[in-house]
């Protein structure tokens, strides 16, 4: 498997959350696991988003990548259709148990729980093959809302030889579901070179004229555009903090079911001129965005009627990879994202006056600002993709090769 423990073991990996596009905490979360496990060790069963795109990523990774039509990579699923959504449901698990029969793996690893894994538990219940299943949040407090998946999810939880946790918060959630906790490891998330470039000279210059951001003070949120990230909450006390503070400018990067929305509020309130909405930038733009802002900024919530929150937002991370202070909500496993009052704040999310205060703190006392930024930078340096790869690694080797000479 890895050339860590010498081992030959073959990984059968299920997951819609994987590049192109690499966009999304989860997506980035798998990629930097399994991008450095020993060439031809894994196969990775994955959405298809563009032969073109998904070609580079396949042979930059150096594992057999089979990408198939019928499954929604997550951050299409707001555009998904009811009929798109109705065959991942009923093929993805067909097509799974068909891949498992062929592929003979030692292990199946679910990605993120979903529909795919009624193939690893069906397997698991009929044939013994273990399998091991990636954990975030949201996918397990808004199953709550659903009741079959509830079932389904507290099965595979129960027969899962390995469930890895992105934060302590998500070790809790299952700790709470009835998931003995020496089967449950934290592995948080890590941040990928691509994130962590220091932006040219050149890239920095193009981004502060595409974006208007000479002379002005930055503010960046980078996600999915989403309720649950509170977008909508910054845009709400801009107009106060422009009245402290008139060279303020928001950036936005990302995109999602609740831009429409998100650009109606700018509208309101006339805002144009001080809120860009960036898309999907590229790895070198994102790096000049970083590199650019003042406070990285995020009051994440969870939602009242889906209980969807976040686990270990990565962006936080990336952010202190640029050395930049962050302020997030109070909600989900941001505590590990954010030290607070070291490498930022962490504020109630659904509060605006604790989000202008916090806000205008680190922009009035820069030197605070710069210390938080330098501790950011000192504690994501040991948060690397090779250091959690290896910690897989060396886990799966100690239940892999037991289990499987078990079955001989």
Known sequence: MAETNGANNKILLFTASFPPPAAGGSVEYLYNIFSHFQPGTVVINTGNSGKEMSDVIDQKLQQHVIRSSHIIHVVNGHRATKLHRLAQNILWPLNACRLIAKEKPDLVAIGEFSIVSIAALAFRIFFKLPYVLFTYAEEITYID????????????????????AVSEYTRQL???????????????????????????????????????????????TVGRIVERKGHET????????????PN??????????????????????????????????????????????????MPHRELPNTNDTEG?????????????????????????????????????????????????????????????????????????????????????????????????
């Not at 003995?180 to 981004?207: F, M, Y």
């Not at 910054?234 to 503070?245: F, G, H, S």
């Not at 909500?329 to 941001?334: C, H, I, K």
């Open 174 to 220: 299952l700790i709470e579901r009835g998931t003995a906790p020496q089967i449950i490891h934290k592995v948080l998330p890590s941040v990928g070179e691509n994130k962590c470039l220091v932006a040219s000279k050149e890239d920095i210059e193009r981004t502060l004229i595409k974006y208007g951001l000479v002379g002005k003070k930055v503010l960046l």
């Open 248 to 297: 303020i400018k928001y950036v936005i990067v990302g995109i999602g079911p609740y831009e429409n929305i998100l650009r109606r509020k700018i509208t309101n309130r006339g805002l144009h001129e001080q809120v860009a909405l960036a898309g999907c930038a590229d790895d070198s733009e994102l790096s000049a965005l970083y590199d650019l802002c003042d406070v990285f900024v």
């Open 312 to 408: 270990c937002p990565t962006v936080f991370l990336e952010a202190s990879a640029h050395g930049k202070p962050c302020i997030g909500g109070n909600a989900g496993g941001v505590a590990d994202a954010i030290l607070h009052g070291k490498t930022g704040l962490i504020i109630d999310g659904t509060n605006p006056a604790e989000l202008s205060g916090a806000i205008m703190y680190l922009l009035n006392y820069p030197e605070v600002a710069k210390q938080m930024g330098e501790s950011g930078r000192e504690y994501v340096s040991t948060l690397t993709p090779e250091a959690n790869s290896k910690a897989v690694q060396i886990y799966l080797s100690s239940v892999i090769t037991p289990i499987s000479k078990s079955l001989i």
């Open 234 to 245: 910054v845009i709400q006390v801009l107009p106060d903090l422009l009245k402290q503070n």
């Open 145 to 164: 809302t659903r009741p079959l998946y509830k079932k389904l999810l507290n099965s595979v939880l129960k027969n899962a030889i390995a469930v890895f």
